[in-house]
T-cell receptor, first 113, second 116 residues
């Protein structure tokens, strides 16, 4: 069975600082990996995805993520955080481009000014 | 096309009552998914449809839950005899056929259910 672990429940960073959110997955085959962002009371917005190819993927809002098969990780990064990035971030794994997704428990990002 | 629509946005109901939620997917999407998200957790898969066929149901979907997608268009999720533990955000998502070769998984804004 596939699973996702997000070890950090809550992270606080200063505006302008760099950010890294951790994600570890468990999946028996080649994973399809995703990062979503959720603002309070809202649905999920896709930040970026990895299916194959270049292991460093670029997403929206200046986010990027790196797939490391040897570490079963797909960490999300941003070089300079903006106050509007404060939200909940979810990592997810799927079996294909349109399969059901398994989500982690999320990391809540707080940005201090 | 304005994306995946869910109705209502919020629902407060008394324990024991039945509730029904509606999801309208993106029109060309043949797959439709329901997820449940409780406070402090990630979304959990409930069920999905390909066209009008319900192809998979999670063990989370107890006998009190039923989902339909008549004619392969909109979908409804009904919860009978609601319990306080049913309080959650119910999210719907849709995606295009696999053979499109592109990723088109889109979530709606969800229906927040509160059982009192």
């Amino acid at each position: 069975a596939q699973s996702v672990t997000q070890p950090d429940i809550h992270i606080t960073v200063s505006e302008g600082a760099s950010l890294e959110l951790r994600c570890n997955y468990s999946y028996g085959a080649t994973p399809y990996l995703f990062w979503y962002v959720q603002s309070p009371g809202q649905g999920l917005q896709l930040l970026l995805k990895y299916f194959s190819g270049d292991t460093l993927v670029q997403g929206i809002k200046g986010f990027e993520a790196e797939f490391k098969r040897s570490q079963s990780s797909f960490n999300l990064r941003k070089p300079s955080v903006h106050w509007s990035d404060a939200a909940e971030y979810f990592c997810a794994v799927g079996a294909g481009t349109a399969s059901k997704l398994t989500f982690g428990t999320g990391t809540r990002l707080q940005v201090t000014l | 096309d304005t994306g995946v629509s869910q109705d209502p946005r919020h629902k407060i109901t008394k324990r024991g009552q039945n509730v029904t939620f509606r999801c309208d997917p993106i029109s060309e999407h043949n797959r439709l998914y329901w997820y449940r998200q409780t406070l402090g957790q990630g979304p959990e898969f409930l069920t999905y449809f390909q066209n009008e066929a319900q192809l998979e149901k999670s063990r989370l979907l107890s006998d009190r839950f039923s989902a339909e997608r008549p004619k392969g268009s909109f979908s409804t999720l009904e919860i009978q005899r609601t319990e306080q533990g049913d309080s959650a955000m119910y999210l719907c998502a849709s995606s295009p056929p696999r053979d499109r070769g592109v990723y088109g998984y889109t979530f709606g804004s969800g229906t927040r259910l509160t059982v009192v």
